[in-house]
């Protein structure tokens, strides 16, 4: 077994940038599932900051634009609006701005500049002053403006997406696994490519040929590590998953989800191995990696909902592995019974496409490799 423990010897090396994407993966999911967990993509919950105000013009005007700021933020009370007290309840972050309303509807704002809330608030005042400035320059009176503001402002626009589509919520898990188009890819690429490049090497294969070492041990062994590192990153997301979604993956929906994760996981690996026979090239492996993942991850509907997509990006999708490893995610997510027939569809081309990529890569190397041998037995046979 030397060569599958010198595997792991130079897996050694390269695994800081594998345990790098999977802290990142695992930090993004973190993120999702306190924020999108059971959510609608649709759904949008607006800013509201917290605002405290000094009437002292006391008009309609003033009374008016109180009352619409208490429909877009929160009010608050503070003892008065001398600057000490204003900065001390501003630095607790008890109120986020103060509004003063000097006499003739002069507006002062105290706020904590650059943050979002002062730019929420801050906008929501200049609606209201250049809504209600419009409507009396056009000659309404103070009453009939105001009235004017308060129906203009109190609309709502309704947002649809074109052709009928219609955008579709999805679980926690889903988000987990769908991400996982894209590190699963990256993460192969970056930890076992650059291990198998060594093994490419003119000096390792010729030592080999002139060895009594088997080159079917070689083999075998080598594969043996390549898949042995597969399975124990797929064993880290899965337990990861698990505790994260709190036994989510002993069921149906995640069994379906975790087999099609090993069926990506040989995708990911065939094209570890093709980049490493077409080059030894650490720099141009690092980008082919970055550029393949993210670019299939975009183009497949992982970043970017399906839904958005142009139709002719989902039909050119259709050659790309992610496409339907993101496609079985979708359908285990919302009918894992019912789609169980195209899930196994897709897991079947997903699985073509690692072969596919594994019979190019080995044509690549196969009449170079066959000549190097026979070249190499008969100089030692002389």
Not at 92 to 104: D, M, P, Q, T
Not at 168 to 186: A, D, E, R
Not at 266 to 273: Q, Y
Not at 281 to 297: C, D, H, K, R, Y
């Amino acid at each position: 077994m030397q060569v599958f423990k010198s595997y792991f010897k130079i897996l050694n090396r390269h695994m800081g940038q594998m345990i790098m994407y999977l802290s990142i993966f695992i930090g993004i999911m973190v993120v999702l599932t306190a924020t999108r967990t059971n959510k609608a993509e649709g759904d949008y919950e607006a800013i509201k900051p917290k605002f405290a105000v000094f009437d002292y013009d006391n008009s309609s005007e003033s009374k008016a634009l109180t009352e619409y700021l208490k429909k877009t933020c929160i009010k608050k009370n503070i003892k008065n609006d001398k600057k000490e007290t204003m900065q001390d309840e501003l630095f607790a972050r008890n109120v986020n701005c103060v509004l003063i309303i000097k006499e003739g509807f002069s507006l002062d704002v105290v706020t904590i500049p650059g943050t979002q809330a002062a730019t929420t608030f801050e906008s929501a005042i200049n609606s209201f002053t250049k809504t209600y400035n419009t409507y009396i320059a056009s000659g309404y009176s103070e009453a009939d403006a105001l009235a004017a503001v308060n129906t203009s402002l109190s609309q709502k626009a309704s947002v649809s997406l074109l052709s009928g589509k219609s955008v579709t919520s999805h679980s926690g898990i889903y988000y987990c696994f769908s991400y996982l188009g894209w590190v699963l890819l990256v993460m192969m690429i970056a930890g076992i490519a650059p291990v198998l490049q060594v093994f490419s090497k003119k000096e390792i294969k010729e030592r080999i040929s002139c060895s009594s070492y088997k080159f079917a041990n070689y083999n075998r062994e080598l594969l043996l590590g390549v898949i042995l590192t597969g399975l124990v990153v797929c064993a880290v997301i899965f337990v990861s998953t698990t505790i994260m979604f709190k036994g989510s993956t002993f069921s149906f929906s995640g069994f379906l989800f975790t087999l099609n994760m090993l069926c990506y996981m040989l995708v990911s690996l065939a094209f570890a191995f093709f980049i490493s026979k077409i080059t030894s090239n650490s720099e141009i492996l690092n980008m082919f990696a970055n550029t393949v993942s993210l670019g299939m991850a975009f183009l497949c509907g992982i970043f970017v909902p399906e839904e958005f997509l142009n139709d002719g990006i989902i039909k050119a999708a259709h050659f790309l592995p992610a496409y339907w490893y993101n496609q079985a995610v979708k359908n285990i997510d919302f009918h894992p019974v019912k789609e169980l027939g195209f899930i196994s569809i897709c897991m079947g081309i997903q699985l073509l496409f690692a072969a596919a990529i594994i019979v190019v890569a080995l044509r690549i190397t196969k009449a170079p490799y066959g000549i190097k041998k026979h070249a190499v037995a008969a100089a030692a046979h002389k």
